[in-house]
């Protein structure tokens, strides 16, 4: 089992920044392609942005692109999403997920293939 723990959600204004981090621990970390999704108020859980096992590929929803950057580091069993330029849109509670590598494909959009599921953060963007 692989257990996941998000931490830095919060209140913060329009055009603001936040840092996430999801923290993994019970299995070899860089085994898992990591991803971040979020589910709004009234909304199905959507996807965000994907990282690689290694770290060598990326990913990202279209309205997120330029704005959010994702990040592993696998040495400290970590996985992180730096939101800047933070829009009313983007409140949700994001969740932090992993993926056993299926290389050569990683079925980054795809709910029922992510193995382990974090408890979730909050975010909330104000206008």
Do not use: H
Not at 28 to 39: H, V
Not at 93 to 99: F, G, M, P, R
Request: net charge neutral; aromatic share 14%.
């Amino acid at each position: 089992q692989v257990q996941l723990v998000e931490s830095g959600g919060g209140l913060v204004q329009a055009g603001g920044s936040l840092s996430l981090s999801c923290a993994a621990s019970g299995r070899t970390f860089s085994d898992y392609n990591m991803a971040w999704f979020r589910q709004a108020p009234g909304k199905e859980r959507a996807f965000v942005a994907a990282i690689t096992r290694l770290g060598s590929s990326t990913y990202y929803l279209d309205s997120v692109k330029g704005r959010f950057t994702i990040s592993r580091d696998n040495a400290k069993n970590t996985m992180y999403l730096q939101m800047n330029t933070l829009e009313p849109e983007d409140t949700a509670v994001y969740y932090c997920a992993a993926q056993r590598d299926t290389y050569p494909y990683f079925y980054y959009t795809q709910i029922p293939r992510y193995d382990f599921w974090g408890q979730g953060t909050q975010v909330t963007v104000s206008s």
